[in-house]
């Protein structure tokens, strides 16, 4: 199995901040990873594709990086509808998801 | 537009059998390329992938949980359907239907039904 864990558990942050979120495998992903936000009482939306590619309609304030075991999720620029709980998944070896980032407002 | 949606009991009980329906329009699972799925959340936990059947009959399991689990589906009804067998209180969640849009990524998702399993 391929573990994802995700850093920090629980991020605080304010209005117009730009954070950032980790994601990192258990063993090498190439760049088959995808993010995902998810809202109290709804099913997860699509962000990022492929560790880098925005999901089409979603907000260029969201970007995704990296390759290999370690990947981000950065939203720039805070709005007040962001602070949900983000996923990542990867997709190289069937799916598994990570434990989730709750990001709550300061 | 694409939708889907889950159906079937919002409670069962220990050792029994859950069948849930994913119901779909706006796209063809008989067409190269399409799959469909299940997801769960426990309450408060993070998702966990179930199983997805492609356009063409191929299907995957999670490792852990495939021998209790069986996917099909009827492409006329534009249903698909998952059974878990032996059913436990630490299954209770909500269960979502879900398209493999990627391919191996999921842009579109049922909005999910929870699953209580009590006696």
């Known amino acids: 199995d391929i573990q994802l864990t995700q850093s920090p558990s629980t991020l605080s942050a304010s209005v117009g901040d730009r954070v950032t979120i980790t994601c990192r495998a258990s063993q090498n992903i190439f760049t088959w990873l995808a993010w995902y936000q998810q809202r109290p009482g709804k099913a997860p939306k699509l962000l990022i594709y492929k560790a880098s590619s925005l999901e089409s309609g979603v907000s260029p304030r969201f970007s995704g990086s990296g390759s290999g075991r370690e990947f981000t999720l950065t939203i720039s620029s805070l709005q007040p509808d962001d602070f949900a709980t983000y996923y990542c998944?990867?997709?190289?070896?069937?799916?598994?998801f990570g434990q989730g980032t709750k990001l709550e407002i300061k | 537009q694409i939708t889907l949606k889950e159906s079937g009991p919002t409670l069962v009980k220990p050792t029994q059998t859950l069948t849930l329906t994913c119901t779909f329009s706006g796209f063809s699972l008989s067409a190269s390329g399409g799959a469909v799925g299940w997801i769960r959340q426990p309450p408060g936990k993070a998702l966990e992938w179930l199983a997805l059947i492609h356009w063409d009959d191929d299907k995957r399991y999670s490792p852990s949980l495939s021998s209790r689990l069986t996917i099909t589906k009827d492409t006329s009804k534009k249903q698909v359907v998952l059974r878990m067998t032996n059913m436990d209180p630490v299954d209770t969640g909500t269960y979502y239907c879900?398209?493999?849009?990627?391919?191996?990524?999921?842009?579109?998702w049922g909005p999910g039904m929870l699953v209580t399993v009590s006696s």
């Open positions: 998944q990867q997709y190289n070896y069937y799916y598994t």
């Open positions: 879900i398209r493999d849009s990627g391919p191996d990524f999921f842009a579109d």
